[in-house]
T-cell receptor
Protein backbone atom coordinates (compact mmCIF):
# COMPACT_ATOMS: atom_id res chain seq x y z
CA UNK A 1 0.00 0.00 0.00
CA UNK A 2 1.21 3.47 -0.86
CA UNK A 3 1.03 6.33 1.64
CA UNK A 4 0.65 8.82 -1.19
CA UNK A 5 -2.68 8.34 -2.96
CA UNK A 6 -3.25 9.54 -6.49
CA UNK A 7 -6.57 9.66 -8.32
CA UNK A 8 -7.57 8.74 -10.89
CA UNK A 9 -5.28 5.85 -11.83
CA UNK A 10 -6.06 6.32 -15.52
CA UNK A 11 -7.43 9.33 -17.39
CA UNK A 12 -8.29 9.80 -21.05
CA UNK A 13 -9.11 13.33 -22.13
CA UNK A 14 -9.57 15.29 -25.29
CA UNK A 15 -7.55 18.36 -26.13
CA UNK A 16 -10.45 20.67 -25.27
CA UNK A 17 -11.26 19.07 -21.92
CA UNK A 18 -10.51 20.36 -18.45
CA UNK A 19 -9.58 17.76 -15.87
CA UNK A 20 -7.73 17.56 -12.57
CA UNK A 21 -5.31 15.08 -11.03
CA UNK A 22 -5.41 14.69 -7.29
CA UNK A 23 -2.80 13.66 -4.76
CA UNK A 24 -3.23 13.14 -1.03
CA UNK A 25 -0.88 12.23 1.81
CA UNK A 26 -1.43 11.99 5.55
CA UNK A 27 2.16 11.61 6.70
CA UNK A 28 2.43 15.23 7.85
CA UNK A 29 4.82 16.04 5.01
CA UNK A 30 5.06 19.73 4.12
CA UNK A 31 6.70 19.36 0.70
CA UNK A 32 4.84 17.95 -2.30
CA UNK A 33 5.93 17.40 -5.87
CA UNK A 34 4.60 16.73 -9.35
CA UNK A 35 6.73 14.70 -11.75
CA UNK A 36 6.03 13.76 -15.37
CA UNK A 37 7.35 10.45 -16.69
CA UNK A 38 7.26 9.45 -20.35
CA UNK A 39 7.50 5.79 -21.29
CA UNK A 40 10.94 4.27 -20.65
CA UNK A 41 12.26 7.61 -19.38
CA UNK A 42 13.14 8.88 -15.91
CA UNK A 43 10.76 11.18 -14.02
CA UNK A 44 11.10 14.89 -14.71
CA UNK A 45 10.26 17.44 -12.05
CA UNK A 46 7.39 19.84 -12.83
CA UNK A 47 6.49 21.62 -9.60
CA UNK A 48 7.42 21.68 -5.93
CA UNK A 49 5.28 23.02 -3.11
CA UNK A 50 6.85 23.76 0.25
CA UNK A 51 4.57 24.75 3.13
CA UNK A 52 1.69 25.12 0.64
CA UNK A 53 3.63 27.66 -1.42
CA UNK A 54 4.93 27.03 -4.92
CA UNK A 55 8.70 26.95 -4.58
CA UNK A 56 9.86 25.41 -7.85
CA UNK A 57 8.29 25.60 -11.32
CA UNK A 58 10.45 23.90 -13.92
CA UNK A 59 9.24 26.11 -16.79
CA UNK A 60 6.09 24.06 -17.20
CA UNK A 61 3.55 25.28 -19.83
CA UNK A 62 0.58 27.16 -18.41
CA UNK A 63 -1.83 24.45 -19.56
CA UNK A 64 -0.66 22.68 -16.39
CA UNK A 65 -1.80 24.53 -13.27
CA UNK A 66 -0.84 23.22 -9.83
CA UNK A 67 -2.73 23.91 -6.64
CA UNK A 68 -2.02 23.06 -3.01
CA UNK A 69 -5.23 23.69 -1.03
CA UNK A 70 -3.70 22.43 2.22
CA UNK A 71 -0.68 20.52 3.46
CA UNK A 72 -2.24 17.14 2.64
CA UNK A 73 -3.57 17.80 -0.84
CA UNK A 74 -1.99 18.59 -4.17
CA UNK A 75 -3.90 19.06 -7.41
CA UNK A 76 -2.80 19.41 -11.00
CA UNK A 77 -5.36 21.14 -13.21
CA UNK A 78 -5.18 20.30 -16.89
CA UNK A 79 -6.55 22.39 -19.75
CA UNK A 80 -6.05 22.37 -23.51
CA UNK A 81 -3.45 19.61 -23.37
CA UNK A 82 -1.62 18.23 -26.37
CA UNK A 83 -1.14 14.57 -27.31
CA UNK A 84 2.54 14.85 -26.36
CA UNK A 85 1.44 15.53 -22.78
CA UNK A 86 0.38 11.90 -22.52
CA UNK A 87 2.51 10.41 -19.75
CA UNK A 88 2.54 9.02 -16.23
CA UNK A 89 2.13 11.82 -13.69
CA UNK A 90 3.70 11.04 -10.34
CA UNK A 91 3.06 12.84 -7.09
CA UNK A 92 5.53 12.70 -4.23
CA UNK A 93 5.93 14.14 -0.76
CA UNK A 94 8.73 14.56 1.76
CA UNK A 95 9.25 15.78 5.28
CA UNK A 96 10.41 19.33 5.81
CA UNK A 97 13.90 18.88 7.17
CA UNK A 98 15.97 21.94 6.30
CA UNK A 99 19.38 20.65 5.44
CA UNK A 100 18.70 17.06 6.49
CA UNK A 101 17.89 14.81 3.60
CA UNK A 102 14.48 13.18 3.58
CA UNK A 103 13.55 10.68 0.89
CA UNK A 104 10.65 11.25 -1.45
CA UNK A 105 7.54 9.10 -1.04
CA UNK A 106 5.84 8.54 -4.37
CA UNK A 107 2.30 7.63 -5.32
CA UNK A 108 1.38 5.07 -7.97
CA UNK A 109 0.81 7.77 -10.56
CA UNK A 110 -1.96 8.73 -12.96
CA UNK A 111 -1.62 7.40 -16.51
CA UNK A 112 -2.84 10.25 -18.70
CA UNK A 113 -3.74 9.85 -22.36
CA UNK A 114 -4.61 12.92 -24.43
CA UNK A 115 -6.55 12.19 -27.60
CA UNK B 1 25.01 21.16 -14.66
CA UNK B 2 24.86 17.88 -12.83
CA UNK B 3 24.27 14.73 -14.83
CA UNK B 4 23.61 11.12 -13.92
CA UNK B 5 24.53 8.29 -16.29
CA UNK B 6 23.38 4.70 -16.16
CA UNK B 7 25.17 2.86 -18.93
CA UNK B 8 23.23 -0.42 -18.69
CA UNK B 9 19.73 -0.11 -20.19
CA UNK B 10 18.94 -3.71 -19.24
CA UNK B 11 20.41 -6.32 -16.92
CA UNK B 12 19.45 -9.87 -16.10
CA UNK B 13 20.24 -12.01 -13.07
CA UNK B 14 19.44 -15.52 -11.96
CA UNK B 15 17.39 -15.86 -8.82
CA UNK B 16 19.61 -16.05 -5.68
CA UNK B 17 22.61 -14.64 -7.58
CA UNK B 18 24.24 -11.24 -7.22
CA UNK B 19 24.02 -8.37 -9.68
CA UNK B 20 25.62 -4.92 -9.80
CA UNK B 21 24.02 -1.92 -11.46
CA UNK B 22 26.30 0.94 -12.52
CA UNK B 23 25.85 4.67 -12.07
CA UNK B 24 28.21 7.56 -12.65
CA UNK B 25 27.53 11.22 -12.10
CA UNK B 26 29.10 14.53 -12.82
CA UNK B 27 29.13 17.42 -10.37
CA UNK B 28 31.39 20.17 -9.17
CA UNK B 29 29.72 20.19 -5.76
CA UNK B 30 31.39 18.69 -2.70
CA UNK B 31 28.17 18.29 -0.73
CA UNK B 32 25.50 16.10 -2.32
CA UNK B 33 23.41 12.98 -1.91
CA UNK B 34 22.88 9.93 -4.04
CA UNK B 35 19.94 7.56 -4.20
CA UNK B 36 18.76 4.39 -5.86
CA UNK B 37 15.03 4.20 -6.53
CA UNK B 38 13.17 1.16 -7.78
CA UNK B 39 10.07 1.32 -9.99
CA UNK B 40 8.25 -2.01 -10.38
CA UNK B 41 5.35 -2.49 -12.81
CA UNK B 42 3.06 -1.07 -10.12
CA UNK B 43 4.63 2.27 -11.15
CA UNK B 44 5.39 3.47 -7.61
CA UNK B 45 8.92 4.77 -7.15
CA UNK B 46 10.41 3.23 -4.00
CA UNK B 47 13.61 4.33 -2.29
CA UNK B 48 16.09 1.46 -2.13
CA UNK B 49 19.13 3.08 -0.56
CA UNK B 50 20.78 6.45 -0.11
CA UNK B 51 24.31 7.73 0.43
CA UNK B 52 25.58 11.03 1.80
CA UNK B 53 28.68 12.19 -0.07
CA UNK B 54 30.44 13.20 3.14
CA UNK B 55 30.23 9.65 4.48
CA UNK B 56 33.07 7.38 3.44
CA UNK B 57 31.31 4.23 4.57
CA UNK B 58 29.19 2.56 1.91
CA UNK B 59 25.47 2.37 2.71
CA UNK B 60 23.78 -1.00 3.12
CA UNK B 61 20.14 -1.99 3.45
CA UNK B 62 19.67 -5.73 3.92
CA UNK B 63 20.44 -7.33 0.52
CA UNK B 64 21.21 -3.97 -1.08
CA UNK B 65 24.57 -2.24 -0.82
CA UNK B 66 26.42 0.45 -2.71
CA UNK B 67 29.98 0.95 -3.81
CA UNK B 68 30.49 4.70 -3.54
CA UNK B 69 33.70 5.94 -5.15
CA UNK B 70 33.66 9.71 -4.67
CA UNK B 71 36.84 10.48 -6.59
CA UNK B 72 35.64 8.42 -9.55
CA UNK B 73 32.09 9.80 -9.18
CA UNK B 74 30.72 6.30 -9.24
CA UNK B 75 27.77 4.91 -7.27
CA UNK B 76 26.96 1.30 -8.10
CA UNK B 77 24.21 -0.80 -6.53
CA UNK B 78 24.79 -4.42 -5.58
CA UNK B 79 21.81 -6.70 -5.06
CA UNK B 80 22.66 -9.95 -3.30
CA UNK B 81 20.51 -13.10 -3.24
CA UNK B 82 18.28 -11.67 -5.98
CA UNK B 83 14.57 -12.36 -5.67
CA UNK B 84 11.79 -12.34 -8.25
CA UNK B 85 10.36 -9.26 -6.55
CA UNK B 86 13.54 -7.35 -7.34
CA UNK B 87 12.56 -7.21 -11.01
CA UNK B 88 11.98 -3.54 -11.78
CA UNK B 89 13.41 -0.40 -13.33
CA UNK B 90 16.17 0.99 -11.16
CA UNK B 91 16.97 4.70 -11.21
CA UNK B 92 20.08 6.31 -9.81
CA UNK B 93 19.43 9.86 -8.58
CA UNK B 94 21.47 12.86 -7.45
CA UNK B 95 20.55 15.73 -5.17
CA UNK B 96 22.82 18.66 -4.37
CA UNK B 97 23.40 19.82 -0.81
CA UNK B 98 21.49 23.09 -1.00
CA UNK B 99 18.89 24.03 1.57
CA UNK B 100 15.65 24.36 -0.38
CA UNK B 101 13.77 25.72 2.59
CA UNK B 102 11.64 22.69 3.30
CA UNK B 103 11.66 20.61 0.16
CA UNK B 104 14.23 18.32 -1.40
CA UNK B 105 14.59 20.46 -4.48
CA UNK B 106 15.11 18.73 -7.79
CA UNK B 107 16.27 15.12 -7.88
CA UNK B 108 18.21 14.42 -11.05
CA UNK B 109 17.56 10.90 -12.30
CA UNK B 110 19.56 8.69 -14.62
CA UNK B 111 17.80 6.98 -17.53
CA UNK B 112 17.31 3.79 -15.60
CA UNK B 113 18.30 0.13 -15.79
CA UNK B 114 15.65 -2.50 -16.32
CA UNK B 115 16.47 -5.53 -14.16
CA UNK B 116 15.01 -8.94 -14.98
CA UNK B 117 15.23 -11.82 -12.51
CA UNK B 118 15.15 -15.35 -13.93
CA UNK B 119 13.70 -18.16 -11.80
Amino acid sequence: DTEVTQTPKHLVMGMTNKKSLKCEQHMGHRAMYWYKQKAKKPPELMFVYSYEKLSINESVPSRFSPECPNSSLLNLHLHALQPEDSALYLCASSRETGTVISPLHFGNGTRLTVT
Amino acid sequence: AQTVTQSQPEMSVQEAETVTLSCTYDTSESDYYLFWYKQPPSRQMILVIRQEAYKQQNATENRFSVNFQKAAKSFSLKISDSQLGDAAMYFCAYRDGMNYGGSQGNLIFGKGTKLSVKP
